[in-house]
Nanobody, 116 residues
């Protein structure tokens, strides 16, 4: 049974930092491209950052230079370090695992709220 479990969300003030974690199970974690998506109220889900099986990363323009994505394959863990958070970063953040023709899995999401 595939599971992706996110943690680390919360309420922070603008300019502060958070680190999100996602732990995967039930699939070969190291083979999969891992990503963070987010969805704000009334908006579509958008890609925030991704890291492929070789460690190559991509970021949305809105977070580039502020967010860092990393993975620890032996721990089946994906991380998102979010620095200098802004109110527009407020959203539910989702962990995604994708491998062509093998699977596309989602976590349940974790809420991040940036407000003074």
């Amino acid at each position: 049974q595939v599971q992706l479990v996110e943690s680390g969300g919360g309420l922070v003030q603008p300019g502060e930092s958070l680190r999100l974690s996602c732990i995967g199970s039930g699939f070969t974690f190291s083979f999969y491209e891992m990503s963070w998506y987010r969805q704000a109220p009334g908006k579509e889900r958008e890609l925030v950052a991704s890291i492929d099986s070789g460690g190559r990363t991509k970021f949305a323009d809105s977070v580039n230079g502020r967010f860092i994505i990393s993975r620890d394959n032996p721990k089946n863990a994906l991380y998102l370090r979010m620095n200098n958070l802004k109110p527009e970063d407020t959203a539910v953040y989702y962990c995604n695992a994708r491998l062509h023709l093998a699977g596309d899995f989602w976590g349940q999401g974790t809420q991040v709220t940036v407000s003074s």
